[in-house]
């Protein structure tokens, strides 16, 4: 069933839940906004659609490897071809952990790889590393999937062999626009509890192909 593999939480309906309410709209609901910490600890759920599947994303620093979860993965341009990652660096709730060591291994090396799977065994290896092993021992998250990897064309992160699609990317350097003004002064935004990361992709993985420019 695909039904396990849906991005909600927590694993209850809408109705009744907390703040969400029948819109005068017939068929909609709808949240008061802004909602207070307290609130959000209680139901995380953002009110509206991610536009793109859950990946795993890979990185090292050349001596530890760390394995990392993203929902909404977002491409936000296209000359360069950049793709934006967040994650949390404040507990919000239950499903809002801090990733520290993931973010230190990341901006130490510089590169990702981000991969996607077909719902079945490949992700609940994942996750189950990714919720079995805390971020201080995130070195061993790869190894204890059991799935086989391989290093990226363009970098040096891992690869899982069966994943049916990777971006390789690395952090963006500071440039200019098509105007001339400079964009990407830093390669990341803190943004309340988040910091947001982009990230030049230098090459696509589709299975059995592969593409850099």
């Given at each position: 069933?695909?039904?396990?593999?849906?991005?909600?939480?927590?694993?209850?309906?809408?109705?009744?839940?907390?703040?969400?309410?029948?819109?005068?709209?017939?068929?909609?609901?709808?949240?008061?906004?802004?909602?207070?910490?307290?609130?959000?600890a209680q139901d995380s759920r953002w009110p509206g659609f991610?536009?793109?599947?859950?990946?795993?994303?890979?990185?090292?620093?050349?001596?530890?490897?760390?394995?990392?979860?993203?929902?909404?993965?977002?491409?936000?341009?296209?000359?360069?071809?950049?793709?934006?990652?967040?994650?949390?660096?404040?507990?919000?709730?239950?499903?809002?952990?801090?990733?520290?060591?993931?973010?230190?291994?990341?901006?130490?090396?510089?590169?990702?790889?981000?991969?996607?799977?077909?719902?079945?065994?490949?992700?609940?290896?994942?996750?189950?590393?990714?919720?079995?092993?805390?971020?201080?021992?995130?070195?061993?998250?790869?190894?204890?999937?059991?799935?086989?990897?391989?290093?990226?064309?363009?970098?040096?992160?891992?690869?899982?062999?069966?994943?049916?699609?990777?971006?390789?990317?690395?952090?963006?350097?500071?440039?200019?626009?098509?105007?001339?003004?400079?964009?990407?002064?830093?390669?990341?935004?803190?943004?309340?509890?988040?910091?947001?990361?982009?990230?030049?992709?230098?090459?696509?993985?589709?299975?059995?192909?592969?593409?850099?420019?």
């Amino acid at each position: 069933m695909l039904s396990k593999y849906l991005y909600t939480w927590p694993h209850a309906e809408l109705e009744g839940s907390g703040e969400w309410k029948e819109s005068k709209h017939p068929g909609f609901l709808e949240h008061p906004m802004p909602e207070n910490e307290e609130k959000l600890a209680q139901d995380s759920r953002w009110p509206g659609f991610f536009p793109s599947a859950i990946c795993f994303v890979t990185t090292t620093d050349g001596k530890r490897t760390a394995l990392e979860k993203v929902v909404g993965a977002t491409i936000v341009n296209r000359f360069p071809y950049i793709v934006a990652l967040s994650f949390c660096t404040k507990p919000l709730s239950s499903r809002h952990y801090v990733r520290e060591e993931f973010m230190k291994i990341l901006e130490e090396g510089g590169s990702v790889a981000i991969q996607y799977f077909e719902p079945g065994a490949h992700i609940d290896r994942c996750m189950e590393a990714i919720t079995s092993i805390e971020d201080n021992e995130i070195d061993q998250r790869i190894s204890f999937t059991g799935l086989p990897t391989r290093k990226a064309q363009s970098n040096d992160s891992p690869v899982f062999t069966d994943a049916y699609m990777v971006y390789e990317a690395r952090l963006v350097k500071p440039g200019k626009d098509f105007e001339g003004e400079r964009i990407f002064d830093e390669p990341f935004t803190d943004y309340g509890s988040h910091r947001i990361y982009y990230l030049e992709i230098e090459a696509i993985q589709l299975r059995g192909r592969y593409c850099t420019w």
